[in-house]
């Protein structure tokens, strides 16, 4: 168990629609990120918040934001959705953002837009 | 442009022999480098690490290589244990920020 709690598991949607991911990094840590794992892709980064700001964006579509709250929390919306956007979305914390910093990941919530 | 390629998407070995995974990167700026390990249903987890300025480390039977003026990185398992199999992720990152860029992965199954 990384510590790092994500909900829904799994969520089963509509093109067109809404959905938002919500990440609670390990205790203690300051940063989360957003990756996106389509079919066979690697892990890409989409967005870095560390203590409420926004630190990093990666290739996030503009139909999709983040935001982090003053409990760390942090949630990923995701609107407008199309078919391609059925993916694995991980949520992962680290305590700050210096170099080597390990990232902790969750395990995941499955987006299946139909 | 993928910037951390894997070329082999699988690998088998069998039991107690070596596993090596390899990674090639682009971008010369990357300069610390991971190993992320992930099992069905669950999240990666952290392997091992290593540091440009080293070209060498070990943590128990996991050992990676960096070859700097190759671009290139390996992770080696030995023995292999049927608990190995798994989605491997290789992750650079570069002196300008934090924001690990990931491989697509490469599957070993370990053979019993």
């Known amino acids: 168990d990384s510590g790092v709690t994500q909900t829904p598991k799994h969520l089963i949607t509509a093109t067109g629609q809404r959905v938002t991911l919500r990440c609670s990094p390990r205790?203690?840590?300051?940063?989360v990120y957003w990756y996106q794992q389509s079919l066979d892709q690697g892990l890409q980064f989409l967005i870095q918040?560390?203590?409420?700001?926004?630190?990093a964006k990666g290739n996030i579509l503009e139909r999709f934001s983040a935001q982090q709250f003053p409990d760390l929390h942090s949630e990923l919306n995701l609107s407008s959705l199309e078919l391609g956007d059925s993916a694995l979305y991980f949520c992962?914390?680290?305590?700050?953002?210096?170099?080597?910093?390990?990232?902790?990941f969750g395990s995941g919530t499955q987006l299946s837009v139909l | 442009d993928q910037q951390v390629k894997q070329n082999s998407p699988s690998l088998s070995v069998q039991e107690g022999r070596i596993s090596i995974l390899n990674c090639d990167y682009t971008?010369?700026?990357?300069?610390?480098f991971l190993w992320y390990k992930k099992y069905p249903a669950e999240g990666p987890t952290f392997l091992i690490s290593?540091?440009?300025?080293?070209d060498k480390n070990e943590d128990g039977r996991f050992t990676v290589f960096l070859n700097k003026s190759a671009k290139h990185l390996s992770l080696h398992i030995v023995p292999s244990q049927p608990g190995d199999s798994a989605v491997y992720f290789c992750?650079?990152?570069?002196?300008?920020?934090?924001?690990?860029?990931f491989g697509p992965g490469t599957r070993l199954s370990v053979l019993p």
């Open positions: 992962a914390s680290s305590v700050g953002v210096g170099r080597g910093e390990k990232l902790f």
């Open positions: 918040y560390y203590n409420g700001e926004e630190r």
């Open positions: 992750a650079a990152s570069a002196t300008y920020g934090q924001n690990f860029v």
């Open positions: 205790s203690g840590d300051l940063s």
């Open positions: 290593i540091s440009s300025i080293k």
């Open positions: 971008n010369s700026m990357f300069d610390y």
